[in-house]
Structure formats: C-alpha cells, structure tokens
C-alpha cells in the first residue's frame, strides 16, 4: 500500500516509525514530515495541509491507498470528508465525529446524554451569566475554553477573583479568540490522570494500553504546564478492571453514542481520564492520538499497524486481534531553553547511535545546511522499551547524553509515579 501521514510532530514520527515496518507498506510519505520522518519516508512539500483539494490531488497522483491524520486541526476542519468526499481512504474522524475534541460543550453534552461519567459542569456565553454562576459553584473550579486552543485553553483559577478575571479574558477579551465563544465551568476533581486511546472503527473499539503524561516542566510535577515532558505505557495504576469500566462505561458508549447522533467515529478515540476517590471520570475527549503518549504506545504495538487502521476504515475492527508486548515504554522529552515560554530555536544537534530498542522521534526539529538544528519548544521524545518499567527509565536516562544541543532541558523523573509502585 501507498500511505500518506499528514502532521509533522513527535506524534507523526511514532506514527510514521510504525507504519514503515509494515509489511503491507510500499511507499510511505509525510506531509509536511520532520527531519526525523524524511530517514523512513518521503517528506511531501510545497503543500499546505490546510488546502485540502491540493492534498487530495496529491493522493491522487501518487495513488495513495490510506492517509492517516495525525493532528486535531485538520481533522476538526474536514479533512477526512474532504478526502473521503473523493475516494481517498483515511483513517480519521470526520469533522461532524471530531467535535468530540474541538467542542468541549460538545463533549460535555454528548456525555450527559450518554451518561458517560464526568465532572458537573455548566456553560456560558456571556460574561455576566458566567459570572452570576460563580456564586452558586463549591470551589475549586475549572474554566475551559469551548474550541481547540493548542492545550492552553483549560485554567485551574485558585479564588473567585481569578476566575472572574479569566471569564472575562475569554468572553470579553477573546484571549482565545473564536474558541472562547463560549466557556465550559466544572467541578475539579483529584486523582491520577491515565490517558487511555482506542482504536474504533465506528462500531468496535479495541483499547490500546494505557499512558501517563507528564505536563509539568520540572521534576516533582513542579513548574509551568507544558505540551508534555514525558510518558511511560503502561501505567501501572490502571488495573485490568479498571481498563474493562473504560470499555464499558467510556468507550463504547462513547463509540455507540457517537455513531447513533449521525456522527460515526473512526480512527484513535483518546480519553483523558481521572482516577478519582469516587470511581473513573473522563477530563476530556480527543479525536486523535495522544502526544507523546504515541512515543510510548506504538512501540509496544505487536499487531502490524496497518492491519489494525485498514480494518477501522473497513469497519472490520472486531476480526482483528490487536496484541500488545509485554514490555513497557519511556519517553523523556528533550526540550529547548526558555520553553514553554521564550525559546530558542536554531541550535545544532548530534544525535549518537542509541541502542536496540531506542528511538529518538524528532518532534522539533529542521534540517538547515545540511545541518540537523532545533526548531521548537520540545525537540525530541527519547524512547527506551524494556522488560520493566524499572529497566526501560534506566536505559533512557543512560542514553540522555547521546542527543545534545545547546541549552537542552528534560525531566529527570519521567515516570516516578510508576517506579513508586513497583518499589
Ligand atoms: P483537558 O484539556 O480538558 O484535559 O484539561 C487539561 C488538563 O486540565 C487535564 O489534563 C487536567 O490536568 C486538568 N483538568 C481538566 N479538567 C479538570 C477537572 N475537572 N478537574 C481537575 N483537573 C482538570
Ligand atoms: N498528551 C495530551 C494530548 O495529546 O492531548
């Protein structure tokens, strides 16, 4: 098969990684790719993801067989029914499906409806309503703009004063612009956070393993939130029952729910869940894969990737037994000085030759003179896999230096809470 993967991120690189060691594939390429996708692919430029008749004329020339969306944008703008509306095959949500991620009013409805299990929740318009609101809510609170805004678009405000001050920088100020047309208030909750994805292809779904994310900058879970410094799959705290409520209470309604209001989902269904005192809640929906969590899940992948993805666009997901290796993944996320804030981009990298079971997916990354340089906040998820979680953190960290550029920064605790356990 001819297959497309659109995005350019760590995400993409995992994906393109997976895809390449197909024995179904015969030729893979990225749009627009990174340097990392251009050693396994052909990296497609000179056109915008964006302008979907050009990407499906180029799936037409080079007689594309599947295209796999990486990122939420394209997706929530229609690519897949673009693409579809012209014989293309993909793996993907349709735009109506994608609301589940680019709608939080959407997600927070739709789980009502489908009494998908989540936290209490109202939503505003107008300031004044969202305001009146305040006085009724039992603090603390969460504020979440209602459209995509990059991850930055969810805020944890401390007194009822901040939260005044961040209604009115969303409805009023339009800090996020369109996506904070209207805002989501809910209760917060504690637990652990575990990022489960499932495979759908509409009807079936087959959960991948399990994930923790690391969101904050430093060590101890201290500093800024980011777009993620880490992960490790699977997360030890999710137990097998707790992965079968998932199923049951989550996923499927979710699936079925979906497919019953005319908006069948096919493609990765991502629930950001947390393990609170009073049992599994949903935090969010995305309609794509996780990133990084991809750096850590697809490796652990034992099933050909493009059997599982050929059967969710066939609709033949429950004729396939999609098996996982029993080993776990770790990913530390190398990032450039001055992120999540001011970074600085242009630096020159050297990557040494890593070991069985390493990879380094590029994430934020441009060749430049035939010079490998930095272009981005995070540049590259280190992956190890191992027997053990305890093996696969020795091996990353063991192998840290081998990826170097000026001013890098990482996380020297990825998956403590994992180690925790097992100690
Ligand atoms: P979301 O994009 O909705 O998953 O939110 C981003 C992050 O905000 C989550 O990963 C949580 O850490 C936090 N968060 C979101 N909603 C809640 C909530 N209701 N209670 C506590 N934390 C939350
Ligand atoms: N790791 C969070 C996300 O992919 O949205």
Redesign the pocket.
């Known amino acids: 098969m001819n297959v497309l993967v659109i995005g350019s991120g760590g995400r993409e690189h995992a994906i393109v990684w997976k895809v390449s060691q197909s024995s179904r594939l015969t030729k893979l390429y990225a749009l627009p790719g990174n340097p990392g996708t251009a050693e396994l692919a052909e990296n497609v430029s000179g056109i915008s993801v964006d302008d979907h008749v050009a990407v499906a004329s180029f799936c037409k020339n080079k007689r594309i067989d599947l295209v796999l969306v990486g990122p939420e944008s394209p997706l929530a703008a229609g690519m897949v029914d673009s693409l579809s509306a012209e014989g293309i095959r993909c793996f993907g949500p349709s735009q109506a499906a994608a609301q589940i991620e680019a709608s ?1 009013v959407f997600a927070k409805d739709f789980m009502a409806r489908h009494n998908i299990p ?2 209490r ?1 109202a939503k505003f318009t107008k300031l004044e309503d969202a305001v009146n609101h305040l006085r009724s809510v039992d603090y ?3 504020i ?1 703009a209602s459209g995509l805004a990059a ?1 930055k ?2 805020i ?1 405000p401390e007194t009822d004063e901040e939260a005044r001050s961040t209604l009115e920088d969303i409805l009023v100020k339009k800090v996020f612009g369109e996506a904070g047309a209207e805002v989501v208030i ?5 637990g652990q ?1 575990v990022s489960l994805m499932a495979f759908t292809d509409g009807t079936s779904v087959a959960p991948m393993l399990s994930a923790q ?1 690391h ?1 904050r900058l430093l060590d101890g879970d201290e500093g800024p ?1 980011t777009g993620g410094m880490g992960a490790y799959a699977p997360a030890p705290v999710f137990t097998n029952e707790m992965l079968q409520e998932t199923t049951e209470k989550v996923l499927q309604p979710a699936v079925d729910g979906l497919q019953n209001e005319g908006r069948k989902f096919v493609g990765v269904l991502y629930a ?1 869940l ?1 393990l609170t005192s009073n049992g599994i ?1 949903v ?2 929906f995305n309609c794509r894969f996780g990133d990084p969590e991809t750096q850590v899940v697809l490796p652990l992948l034992e099933t050909d990737l493009l059997d599982v993805v050929n059967a969710c666009v066939d609709g033949n997901l429950a004729n396939v037994n999609v098996q996982w290796r029993n080993s776990t993944a770790v990913c530390v996320v190398l990032a450039s000085k001055g992120y999540p804030d001011k970074v600085e981009s242009g630096k020159c990298v050297t990557i040494e030759e890593l070991p069985e079971n390493m990879v380094c997916f590029h994430a934020g990354t441009k060749m430049e003179n035939r010079n490998l340089i930095t272009s981005g906040g995070r540049v590259f998820g280190l992956t190890a896999w191992a027997e053990d979680i305890a093996s696969a953190v020795k091996k990353v960290y063991a192998n840290v230096d081998k990826v170097t550029f000026e001013g890098v920064q990482y996380r020297r605790d990825i998956a403590h809470r994992a180690l925790e356990g097992v100690k």
Do not use: H, S
Not at 186 to 190: A, G, K, L, N, P
């Open positions: 939080k989540t936290a929740y603390p609170i969460v979440k991850g678009g969810v944890l809910e209760e917060r909750m504690t956070e994310d969101k939130n950001g947390m809640r935090l969010e």
